[in-house]
């Protein structure tokens, strides 16, 4: 199975100050057609998992451009470059290349 | 507007089944694969199993894998998993979601306890 090593587990940033989330794979996301499936979720308290960005860098609809992702073979990063309180939660990355997928541990980010 | 909505989940003894729905509006259900994640109390996020378009193909993760059966019915809207032989922990609460997982429903309670 691939291994999704995310750090830190948690994270306390100040409202406009930058945040930074790291997800290492076991093995290579890059698949037979040549593209990554990794994805960020957030996780709202109480709420079901959102995603964020998909294929390494793509932001999903109605995302604001203070999220980013990059990265590439087995190394990955989620910044946001100025936190809001709307941000806090739970960062999952996920794997969609290999089964079975697999999570990240998740991050945890309060706004301190 | 996408919506999944998951039922189905309550309270079971171990060993015993159950089947939990995810009824889909708002896309084309029949173009898309499917697939269930859960989230054990307090824990991360775990895949559970995913269903290709027409059900042909199935892929489960190892530990339930001879026990659960995602199933859909594309002419219903809806997705299935039937729970079999149901263990501890299996307890969690377990989301339907598209399998490119931009829509997720708001997740159903699977307990399991003597």
């Known amino acids: 199975d691939v291994v999704m090593t995310q750090t830190p587990v948690s994270l306390s940033v100040a409202i406009g100050q930058p945040a930074s989330i790291s997800c290492k794979s076991s093995q290579s996301l890059v698949g037979t057609s040549g593209k990554t499936y990794l994805n960020w979720l957030l996780q709202r308290p109480g709420q079901s998992p959102k995603r964020l960005i998909y294929l390494v860098s793509k932001l999903d609809s109605g995302i604001p451009d203070r999220f980013s992702g990059s990265g590439s073979e087995t190394d990955f990063t989620l910044k946001i470059s100025r936190v809001e309180a709307d941000d806090l939660g739970v960062y999952y990355c996920l794997q969609g290349t290999h089964f079975p997928l697999t999570f990240g541990s998740g991050t945890k980010l309060e706004i301190k | 507007e996408v919506q999944l909505v998951e039922s189905g989940g309550v309270l079971v003894q171990p060993g015993r089944s159950m089947k939990l729905s995810c009824a889909a509006s708002?896309?084309?259900?029949?173009?898309?694969?499917m697939a269930w994640v859960r989230q054990a109390p307090t824990k991360g996020l775990e895949w559970v199993a995913t269903?290709?378009?027409?059900?042909?193909?199935?892929y489960y993760r190892d530990s339930v894998k001879g026990r659960f059966t995602i199933s859909r019915d594309n002419a219903k809207s809806t997705l299935y998993l039937q729970m079999d032989s149901l263990r501890s922990e299996d307890t969690a609460t377990y989301y339907c979601?598209?399998?490119?997982?931009?829509?997720w429903g708001q997740g159903v309670m699977v307990t399991v306890s003597s």
């Open positions: 979601t598209k399998y490119t997982f931009d829509y």
């Open positions: 708002g896309f084309t259900f029949s173009s898309f694969p």
């Open positions: 269903i290709s378009t027409s059900g042909g193909s199935t």
